[in-house]
């Protein structure tokens, strides 16, 4: 059964720090490109970061470059989205989706909040 859980969301101070991570299950992690997105209420679902199988390209939006970071371990089936300098337009559901070719998962979200 494939399973993608993340973990690490929470309520946050403007400035602030989270890390979230996400857990993978019932199929092969490190050949799966793992991508972070999140969705605002009343907004559309959108990426924030990707990371391929084997961890060597990264790629961030605007939007959170110098503040956001992806990385995963492969070992742990796990990605990671290190979030820094948080701000209130950060507050959102942050989900997980692994592709590969045709095959795409989604975890069910961790809720951030940012607010003072």
């Known amino acids: 059964q494939v399973q993608l859980v993340e973990s690490g969301g929470g309520l946050e101070e403007p400035g602030g720090s989270l890390r979230l991570s996400c857990v993978a299950s019932?199929?092969?992690?490190?050949?799966?490109?793992m991508s972070w997105y999140r969705q605002a209420p009343g907004r559309e679902r959108e990426l924030v970061a990707h990371i391929a199988g084997n961890g060597g390209r990264t790629n961030v939006v605007d939007s959170v470059k110098g503040r956001f970071t992806i990385s995963r371990d492969n070992a742990k089936n796990t990605v990671y989205l290190q979030m820094n300098s948080l701000k209130p337009e950060d507050t959102a559901v942050y989900y997980c989706?692994?592709?590969?070719?045709?095959?795409?998962?989604w975890g069910q979200g961790t809720q951030v909040t940012v607010s003072s």
């Open positions: 019932g199929f092969t992690f490190s050949i799966f490109d």
């Open positions: 989706k692994a592709v590969y070719f045709r095959a795409s998962y």
